[in-house]
């Protein structure tokens, strides 16, 4: 079935599963929650349920309906094989197809609303069952974008059900969270992103920082347990340990001069090295608590490099402050 495959979000499903079964699935939902957790899946899921002319409620996965909403072009735009299944994602469509002369690079664009959603959901379903619109990132709609959505999200034809995705929910305009009912998705478990990353074929090896690291999404550890990254990683945290038990700060400003990189990749690498000293504090709290209070503080001062990160600073001079302050910890 469409839904058993998706894991860790017990709540969500239950709510979707009650709707289905009684018939009464809400005209438009808002899917919230981070990246990697199931947003997704999920709404592919009720989109198929929804297509479904196999005689399941929650969709039978097996009829052509089903396969065919989640079974996607191989050219693009990568868009769902079933007519009535759409997706609405920043720069999906190629630009003359949405009527632009060029790519949509900040946004979901109002010419896009018009083309892929306006210009069909007041009219019926191609094959009769219901028209479904997944949009992805739905916080990446403009402003125009979302006020030309507003009306067909707030009256639909029946039978038309649109499920927006964000991890940013906050960056929605109100009058598109007022039309939308959530539906939460946390965090998934670290068992079960552990499972995901085995199904995958991580090594073993790779799988534990990238669950720590990861915060409960499965796609992130994906990209995190990957072996190159994971390499890099490691040589990042190994090179900035040895620049603070160097005797001087030479190393730290080789360290600085190829830390001007991005800050996203710095911070991912900087969330790595404090996770790499949480594990030390938590060895060595019995044995040794001298050493995991050393760790402990320096742990403290990796998270306020990362704040400083967030907060527009020099990657370099971040890195060489870093450095002496963890120096500084004995």
Known sequence: MPFSHILGQEAALATLGAALTRGRVHHA???????????????FALAQALVCVGGDPLGCGRCDACVRAVKLAEDRPHSPLHPDVAIVEKNFYPPETIGRSRPELTDISVDQIRT???????????EGRARVYIVRRAEELSVSAANALLKTLE??????????LTSR????????????????????????????LRAAAVP?????????????????????????????????VTQVLDAVAARDLGPAVVLSESGDKDKGA??????????????????DVAAAPNAAATAARRYEAVARAVVSLERNASPGLTMIALVQEMRAVI
Do not use: M, W
């Not at 959603?117 to 379903?125: E, F, K």
């Not at 305009?173 to 995901?196: A, Q």
């Not at 710095?266 to 060895?283: G, I, M, P, S």
């Open 29 to 43: 939902y808002r899917f919230e929650g981070p990246d990697g957790t199931g947003k997704e899946l999920c709404a």
């Open 116 to 126: 892929i959603v306006l210009a069909h959901a007041a009219y019926p379903p191609h």
């Open 155 to 164: 009256e639909p034809r029946a039978g038309t059900h649109f499920i927006l």
């Open 169 to 196: 929910g906050d960056r929605l305009l109100n009058t598109i969270r007022s039309r939308t009912l959530p539906v939460r998705f946390g965090p998934l478990p670290d068992d079960v992103v552990r499972n995901v």
């Open 204 to 236: 073993e090896e790779r799988q534990e920082l990238a669950v720590e690291l990861a915060a409960g999404s499965a796609s992130l550890a994906l990209e995190l347990s990957d072996e190159e990254r994971t390499a890099a990683r490691d040589a990042f």
């Open 266 to 283: 710095l911070k991912e690498d900087l969330r790595a090295l404090a996770a790499v000293l949480a594990r030390r504090a938590r060895h």
